[in-house]
């Protein structure tokens, strides 16, 4: 109930291509759907998020698109960089507990090629 | 990284040694949480705390102890350290409400042997 599953879980681009990462959940509970970027030697940052209320949100390059009915969503890199090249993780958040608590994707390894 | 600090950065320890890894925050935000990534698994959450001296446990919390005597510091102690608990460690923070996103340390690299 609590799985969130990532795909793939590596991703060869060229420089000026579309990357796109996609990610499946069970529990209809979540209710907030992070997507963190992370590189080499350092914590995961804050990439892009939606709420479900919402069926895309798009922020510079990155697009979350997200389909509660499928209980999927995605990420999509338009003209991704070189600079893009990192490991990135989706997430999804529920109140569980005494506080909010995220269970993460296993994560994609993107490379963008010069 | 919303003024999160871990320390130590990279420890090497025995099997069977207690270990104590320490995140400092300094933006006073209520939650905070201990995560451990390893290959495929993503993140998984150990511990969490919703105020000092209040804890619970989270998805991978055998093994794991943790305590938090000041709003801008949480430990993770390791009792007795195993080989399956070699990992990178992170801790997270939040400041609660109605604003979910968490923020992340840099990291700490353990290796138990």
């Known amino acids: 109930q609590q799985q969130v599953k990532q795909s793939p879980q590596s991703l060869i681009v060229q420089k000026g291509g579309i990357s796109i990462i996609n990610c499946a959940y069970e529990?209809?509970?979540?209710?907030?759907f992070p997507w963190y970027q992370q590189f080499p030697g350092k914590g995961p940052a804050l990439l892009i998020a939606i709420r479900p209320d919402v069926s895309e949100k798009k922020e510079g390059r990155f697009t979350i698109s997200f389909n509660k009915s499928a209980k999927q969503f995605s990420l999509h890199i338009m003209d991704s960089q070189p600079g893009d090249s990192a490991t990135y993780f989706c997430?999804?958040?529920?109140?569980?507990?005494?506080?909010?608590?995220?269970?993460f994707g296993s994560g994609t390894q993107l490379t963008v090629l010069p | 990284d919303a003024g999160i600090t871990q320390s130590p950065r990279h420890k090497v320890t025995e099997t069977g040694t207690p270990v104590t890894l320490r995140c400092h925050q300094t933006e006073n935000h209520r939650y905070m949480y201990w995560y451990r990534q390893d290959p495929g698994h993503g993140l998984r959450l150990i511990h969490y705390s919703y105020g000092v001296k209040d804890t619970d446990k989270g998805e991978v919390s055998d093994g794991y102890s943790v305590s938090r005597s000041k709003t801008e510091d949480f430990l993770l102690t390791l009792e007795s350290a195993t080989s399956s608990q070699t990992s990178v460690y992170f801790c997270a923070t939040r400041t609660g409400g109605m604003i979910y996103e968490q923020y992340f340390g840099p990291g700490t690299r353990l290796t138990v042997t």
């Open positions: 997430a999804a958040s529920i109140s569980s507990g005494s506080a909010r608590q995220l269970t």
């Open positions: 529990n209809t509970a979540f209710d907030y």
